[in-house]
């Protein structure tokens, strides 16, 4: 009973970290639009450098050391 037990404590926990990642990737992804969107607006204004140090920004906000990381 105790191995059934924490077999299913594991699989829980595997299941909440997996909607956790979900929820990030989520998130990051709604952020990368948001920043996209407001450079196009940046670009329609012809504020150039705005949209650029606004993408600049978004990417060294994104994790992509810790992916590599994951694997």
């Given at each position: 009973m105790t191995?059934?037990?924490?077999?299913?404590?594991?699989?829980?926990?595997?299941?909440?970290?997996?909607?956790?990642?979900?929820?990030?990737?989520?998130?990051?992804?709604?952020?990368?639009?948001?920043?996209?969107?407001?450079?196009?607006?940046?670009?329609?204004?012809?504020?150039?450098?705005?949209?650029?140090?606004?993408?600049?920004?978004?990417?060294?906000?994104?994790?992509?050391?810790?992916?590599?990381?994951?694997?």
């Amino acid at each position: 009973m105790t191995d059934l037990s924490s077999a299913l404590e594991k699989a829980i926990r595997v299941e909440e970290l997996r909607r956790e990642a979900l929820l990030g990737a989520m998130l990051l992804n709604r952020d990368l639009r948001t920043a996209i969107r407001t450079a196009i607006t940046d670009i329609d204004r012809k504020a150039y450098n705005e949209a650029r140090l606004g993408l600049l920004q978004a990417l060294d906000e994104m994790p992509f050391g810790q992916r590599r990381r994951e694997r």
